[in-house]
Nanobody, 123 residues
Framework: VQLQASGGGLVQAGGSLILSCAASGRTFSGYSMGWFRQAPGKEREFVAAVSRNGGGTGYADSVKGRFTISRDNAKNTVYLHMNSLKPEDTAVYYC?????????????????WGKGTLVTVSS
C-alpha cells in the first residue's frame, strides 16, 4: 500500500484543518488506518485510528473531542478533521495502515507509512 498524506498547512489557534491520506496498491478496505504525529524534538505519538469498515474509532486523549477520523473505502481515502487546533498540535502528521485495529492503537502493528504533512498552529 502506498500512502500519500496532504492537507497540512499553517493555521491560527482555534482554527480547523482537514488532512487526507490517499491509498493505492493493495485493497484499502483490508487495512485499519491511523494518524500519528511527531512534533519537533519529540517522539512519534498516536493520534487516531479507524477500523477497516469505519465502525470503530479511537483517539489519543489529547485530541478527543477535537479531532475526528473517518474513511471512505470507495475513494481509498482516510481523513482527519481537526478542530479547535492548539499550538501543541504543531507536528508532522503521518498516516499509517495496518492489518489489525489494535496494532494501530498501540503503534505495534503498522505495515505501511505515508510521508508526512506538516501542520503548524500559531498562537
Amino acid at each position: 500500500v502506498q500512502l500519500q498524506a496532504s492537507g497540512g498547512g499553517l493555521v491560527q489557534a482555534g482554527g480547523s484543518l482537514i488532512l487526507s491520506c490517499a491509498a493505492s496498491g493493495r485493497t484499502f478496505s483490508g487495512y485499519s488506518m491511523g494518524w500519528f504525529r511527531q512534533a519537533p524534538g519529540k517522539e512519534r505519538e498516536f493520534v487516531a485510528a479507524v477500523s477497516r469498515n469505519g465502525g470503530g474509532t479511537g483517539y489519543a486523549d489529547s485530541v478527543k473531542g477535537r479531532f475526528t477520523i473517518s474513511r471512505d473505502n470507495a475513494k481509498n481515502t482516510v481523513y482527519l478533521h481537526m478542530n479547535s487546533l492548539k499550538p501543541e498540535d504543531t507536528a508532522v502528521y503521518y498516516c499509517a495502515a495496518g492489518r489489525y485495529y489494535s496494532g494501530i492503537l498501540d503503534d505495534n502493528g503498522i505495515d505501511y507509512w505515508g510521508k508526512g504533512t506538516l501542520v503548524t498552529v500559531s498562537s
